[in-house]
């Protein structure tokens, strides 16, 4: 099955720093990728879809300010996380379509964010 | 998007049979995703159902009835490593999942 790569798997910031997450698909192009967050025991949130070449679609009740979403070519999309807040500590989960003789979603590794 | 409900938790013991049902009410539903997610990992990939019927893989089987808005998920034979979460999640056409709380099993020896 395809792949999508997701770096780093865990990261430590302090409080008002920028962190940065990317999202590959690595054996196939993605015009679509989606970034959810979780929090501990609950389910995953979509938080925005990240659209090759044009601004990311944000959630409701999500900054867009505050979580910048680049989709600069067909397999690379990134999150930054902006002035972290302990609050922002969790688990960030990328996700890529594919479409071939059915609809195929392909989730990332996961980052877990930890912010001090 | 769809709203996916499906059960908190679950527990049953070594050998049995689990069913984990879902129901969901859709907005452009294009297929049912199953994933397993333990504690502290991305979700991994179980099936996914866009016609209605029944799909078996080894000891994993799911099910899907798109007229009453209905799936479940059948763990045959648990093993202490299928405690887990599962999440039901609904797609669209755009590969936008929307996800179920998801059920907690808990295997017993």
């Known amino acids: 099955g395809a792949v999508v790569s997701q770096h780093p798997s865990w990261v430590i910031c302090k409080s008002g720093t920028s962190v940065k997450i990317e999202c590959r698909s690595l054996?196939?192009?993605?015009?679509?990728m989606f970034w959810y967050r979780q929090f501990p025991k609950q389910s995953l949130m979509l938080m925005a879809t990240s659209n090759e070449g044009s601004k990311a679609t944000y959630e409701q009740g999500v900054e867009k300010d505050k979580f910048l979403i680049n989709h600069a070519s067909l397999t690379l999309s990134t999150l930054t996380v902006t002035s972290a807040h302990p609050e922002d500590s969790s688990f960030y989960i990328c996700s890529a379509g594919s479409s071939g003789d059915r609809i195929e979603a392909f989730f990332g590794q996961g980052t877990r964010l930890t912010v001090v | 998007g769809q709203n996916i409900d499906q059960p908190t938790e679950m527990t049953a013991t070594e050998g049995a049979i689990v069913q984990i049902n879902c129901t969901y009410q859709t907005s452009g539903f294009n297929g049912l995703f199953w994933y397993q997610q333990h504690a502290g990992e991305a979700p991994t990939f179980l099936s996914y159902?866009?016609?209605?019927g029944l799909e078996e893989k080894g000891r994993f089987s799911s099910f899907l009835s798109r007229s009453k808005g209905y799936s479940y998920l059948l763990l045959k034979e648990l093993q202490m490593k299928d405690s887990a979460s599962y999440l039901c999640?609904?797609?669209?056409?755009?590969?936008?999942?929307?996800f179920g709380a998801g059920t907690t099993v808990t295997v017993r020896a």
């Open positions: 999640a609904g797609v669209d056409g755009d590969y936008k999942l929307s």
């Open positions: 159902n866009v016609l209605d």
């Open positions: 054996d196939f192009q993605a015009t679509t």
